[in-house]
């Protein structure tokens, strides 16, 4: 963590996706925790420039992923596996506002 910049600790500390582990081709399986995100609040903190680049850093890499995955097991892979959480559980205030303006 020393030596990286502020922003990209903060990224880091407050995001809401996760790649919890691997599919039976190597593509990592992505977990969305919109119910905790606060697409909102990142953009005040960063600016939506800093947002969009992260974002659009994580589908390149997926996409790597995927490439590298076809090419390895010679065979066409559509996509990748990601689950969407969007529960309500209660800790989070205006929860429902806070959800659907991440969307």
């Known amino acids: 963590e020393l030596g ?8 880091k ?6 790649q919890p582990c691997d599919d039976k081709y190597g593509i990592p399986v992505r ?3 919109l119910s905790v995100a606060d697409g909102a609040g990142m953009v005040r903190e960063f600016g939506p420039e800093v947002c969009l680049i992260d974002s659009l850093s994580k589908l390149e ?4 992923q995927i490439r590298k995955a076809m090419f390895k097991h010679r065979k066409l892979i559509r996509g ?3 689950i969407i ?3 309500d559980y209660g800790h ?4 429902a506002g806070r959800m659907w303006a991440n969307l």
Do not use: C, K, S
């Open 4 to 11: 990286r910049p502020r922003r990209a600790r903060l990224v």
């Open 13 to 18: 500390a407050y995001g809401f996706e996760d």
């Open 31 to 33: 977990l969305i925790r």
């Open 61 to 64: 890499w997926t996409h790597e």
């Open 80 to 82: 990748q596996f990601q």
């Open 85 to 87: 959480d969007v529960g």
């Open 92 to 95: 989070v205030p205006n929860w």
